[in-house]
Each structure stands twice: as C-alpha cells, then as structure tokens.
C-alpha cells in the first residue's frame, strides 16, 4: 500500500516535471513561458520584479569621512553596489554566514572602488576619490531582502515579456550585473508557479 506522504511526493515531482516544461531558456536574457495566461505572465513578472530574495549592504556606519562627499551620499553609493554572493539558503528570517556578513574597511588611496570594500562587491565602480590626507572608514553589515523594502535588493533594470500568442510568453530581462545565472532565476520563477 502506497502512503499519503509518497503520493503527495509523486504529485510534486509531476507539478515540478509540469512547471518546468512549461518554461524553455533561450539565452542568458531571455527564456518562453508556454501555456499560460496573460495574468500568469504579469504575475511571474512581478514576482522577479519585486519580490524575489538577493544580499545587499543593509546597514552603513561611517566612522570617519574626510572625503569631499557628505556621509549620507557615501552610504547611499555604497549601499547600491551589487553583490555576487552565492544562493542562500536559510529560512525566513534566519540569519546566517551567507547573508549577512559585517565587513569593515578603510582606505586613503586616490580612488575607491567598490572591491576594496569585500571580494563580493561587483568590481570596478567608484565608490569616491579621495584627495590628499583625505581618508574613509566604514562597516557595512550584508542582509537579505526584495526590492518591495529598497531599490537595492533590485535584480534588474527592466524584465518585461512580448506575447508570441495567447498561451506563450517571451520575458526578456534587462539585469544590473551578471549576479544570477538565468537558470536560478527560472528555478525561483518555477517555484513561484506552483
């Protein structure tokens, strides 16, 4: 006799067989939702839009600042760095190693970019130039969230879909950074259908 619990497991594995056949990758911006609605499309689009779960520089103390640029600004540049951290997996509102990080710079040199501030910044933004004798202190504390709380948990700069007919959607996505590999994505979007 076949348990409860083996049925409802072989229910899931078909949902999930279900689900991700329904969506095909085409490249790395791009995949097709097949057999689905137009409110199904709007809703997965929103759903990356604003509520899907990324790590960013959540709370800034500046211990001193002698740059030209107030305190304020200097957070708020540092606060919107994209970072490149691997999928976390704790629960709700658990914190762990992965999401929330306390990382404490300081630097004098000319110009600072954003990976001298940790190796999970995405390289190669100004942070601020620094003129002679001028120097910045700052802890910066890493946590998770949606871009429903702040624009910098926002994944992408735009992701919108074109109708290919009544049932079939192609979404293309306009990303900030290389972060996510688009097959995470399509992963949190399949979860998100069932």
């Given at each position: 006799?076949?348990?409860?619990?083996?049925?409802?497991?072989n229910?899931?594995?078909?949902?999930?067989?279900?689900?991700?056949?329904?969506?095909?990758?085409?490249?790395?911006?791009?995949?097709?939702?097949?057999?689905?609605?137009?409110?199904?499309?709007?809703?997965?689009?929103?759903?990356?839009?604003?509520?899907?779960?990324?790590?960013?520089?959540?709370?800034?103390?500046?211990?001193?600042?002698?740059?030209?640029?107030n305190?304020?600004?200097?957070?708020?540049?540092?606060?919107?760095?994209?970072?490149?951290?691997?999928?976390?997996?704790?629960?709700?509102?658990?914190?762990c190693?992965?999401?929330?990080k306390t990382?404490?710079?300081?630097?004098?040199?000319?110009?600072?970019?954003?990976?001298?501030?940790?190796?999970?910044c995405?390289p190669?933004?100004?942070?601020?130039?620094?003129?002679?004798?001028?120097?910045?202190?700052?802890?910066?504390?890493?946590?998770?969230g949606?871009?429903?709380?702040?624009?910098k948990?926002?994944?992408f700069?735009?992701?919108?879909?074109?109708?290919?007919?009544?049932?079939?959607?192609?979404?293309?996505?306009?990303?900030?950074?290389?972060?996510?590999?688009?097959?995470?994505?399509?992963?949190?979007g399949?979860r998100?259908?069932?």
């Amino acid at each position: 006799m076949i348990s409860s619990q083996e049925i409802q497991k072989n229910k899931m594995v078909h949902l999930n067989n279900v689900v991700s056949q329904r969506i095909k990758i085409i490249d790395q911006t791009s995949f097709i939702l097949s057999e689905s609605s137009f409110q199904e499309a709007n809703n997965l689009r929103k759903f990356y839009l604003e509520k899907m779960e990324t790590i960013a520089f959540d709370t800034i103390i500046i211990h001193k600042n002698t740059s030209s640029m107030n305190d304020d600004l200097l957070a708020s540049r540092i606060g919107l760095i994209p970072l490149i951290i691997d999928a976390c997996v704790c629960v709700d509102n658990e914190v762990c190693d992965v999401c929330c990080k306390t990382i404490r710079f300081w630097s004098k040199t000319n110009r600072v970019l954003s990976q001298e501030i940790s190796e999970l910044c995405k390289p190669g933004i100004i942070v601020c130039n620094l003129e002679r004798d001028q120097e910045i202190d700052v802890t910066v504390i890493t946590r998770k969230g949606t871009a429903q709380d702040h624009a910098k948990w926002s994944l992408f700069d735009a992701m919108y879909y074109e109708p290919q007919s009544k049932t079939s959607f192609k979404f293309l996505i306009e990303m900030n950074s290389e972060i996510i590999p688009i097959e995470s994505i399509i992963e949190m979007g399949i979860r998100y259908l069932k």
